[in-house]
């Protein structure tokens, strides 16, 4: 099993640090080694994000560097509980055909 997975994530990831860090995915991308997401996005400020890239930028605000990917994403995840916290809403994604 990917350690990982169970990768503790900061319990203090506040609004502010999302707000901070979805206006650094703006400017600077996805983190290295994340990826778009494929079920879920997390609305902020009318933009789509992926909600493990804009969690782990946050947490890099409390922890002083970005998690490595993997940690666990999706509902009832620690991830989508701090997005939600913070007020956030997490669309699960449409497909098209």
């Keep these: 099993m990917n350690q990982n ?4 994530l900061p ?3 506040t609004r502010s640090h999302l707000l901070t860090f ?3 995915f703006d400017e ?3 983190p290295l080694g994340y990826r778009p997401s494929h079920s879920h996005d997390v ?3 009318g933009k789509l994000y992926p909600p493990p890239a804009i969690v782990a930028l946050a ?3 409390i922890t002083g560097s970005v998690p490595e990917p993997g940690f666990c994403a999706g509902k009832g995840t620690k991830c989508f509980q701090i ?3 913070a007020g ?3 669309r699960r994604k449409t497909k098209h055909v």
């Design 28 to 30: 600077l991308g996805i």
């Design 88 to 90: 956030f809403s997490i």
């Design 43 to 45: 609305e902020i400020d």
């Design 59 to 61: 947490a890099k605000a």
């Design 22 to 24: 979805a206006g650094e």
């Design 5 to 8: 997975r169970n990768q503790a």
């Design 83 to 85: 997005l939600e916290d």
């Design 11 to 13: 319990d203090v990831i």
